[in-house]
T-cell receptor, first 112, second 112 residues
Framework: EAGVTQSPTHLIKTRGQQATLRCSPI?????VYWYQQALGLGLQFLLW???????NRGNFPPRFSGRQFPNYSSELNVNALELEDSALYLC???????????FGSGTRLTVV | KNEVEQSPQNLTAQEGEFITINCSYS?????LHWLQQHPGGGIVSLFM???GKKKHGRLIATINIQEKHSSLHITASHPRDSAVYIC??????????????FGKGTHLIIQP
């Protein structure tokens, strides 16, 4: 069974640009979660999508947005990139959060 | 505000030693996760606990809901156990939804 896949692995963008990160959940998982891990900081909850709807978001500005497609894959978009957006972005999927999460390997975004 | 505190922040031990990593949290939770993050960023979910104790190979996780405390133990530690171990809790949401709240992680190095 394929795990949670994220693309790209690495992404370098210039300040002010937009970044798009992608996540494909495990087959059968309908929920996708996005997390940010900035250097020296712990993981922070960003967004939760389930059945195509945004269910909740963490304490991040509106320029962090995303969507979930009918096949349950998801995109995270970060607009007007700032230097402090440089981080590892992790995606996780679950069929039911009571049964745990499976994490992807992450996309490392560098803003220069 | 939910706080998740881990101790120690850094731990260096010799191969074969018994390792204990602690996690304390401040709010009611529906589940607690122990995660392992290797260099490069990929995260593996080790355990999800809501009560009692779980064991997988040389890893043991315990939780005391009343004391809001969990421990991760590694028996007969090995250099391949070197990683960052992260505690994460899923708060009760009262019908809403929250993502995980993470501790800052414990950086474990096992020396041969």
């Amino acid at each position: 069974e394929a795990g949670v896949t994220q693309s790209p692995t690495h992404l370098i963008k210039t300040r002010g640009q937009q970044a798009t990160l992608r996540c494909s959940p495990i087959s059968g998982h309908t929920s996708v979660y996005w997390y940010q891990q900035a250097l020296g900081l712990g993981l922070q909850f960003l967004l939760w999508y389930d059945e195509g709807e945004e269910r909740n978001r963490g304490n991040f500005p509106p320029r962090f947005s995303g969507r979930q497609f009918p096949n349950y894959s998801s995109e995270l978009n970060v607009n007007a990139l700032e230097l402090e957006d440089s981080a590892l972005y992790l995606c996780a999927s679950s069929a039911d959060r009571d049964y745990g999460y499976t994490f992807g390997s992450g996309t490392r975004l560098t803003v220069v | 505000k939910n706080e998740v505190e881990q101790s120690p922040q850094n731990l260096t031990a010799q191969e074969g030693e018994f390792i204990t990593i602690n996690c304390s949290y401040s709010v009611g939770i529906s589940a607690l996760h122990w995660l392992q993050q290797h260099p490069g960023g990929g995260i593996v979910s080790l355990f999800m606990l809501s009560s009692g104790k779980k064991k997988h190979g040389r890893l043991i996780a315990t939780i005391n809901i009343q004391e809001k405390h969990s421990s991760l133990h590694i028996t007969a530690s090995h250099p391949r156990d070197s990683a960052v171990y992260i505690c994460a809790v899923l708060p009760y949401s009262g019908g809403g939804a929250d993502g995980l709240t993470f501790g800052k992680g414990t950086h474990l190095i096992i020396q041969p």
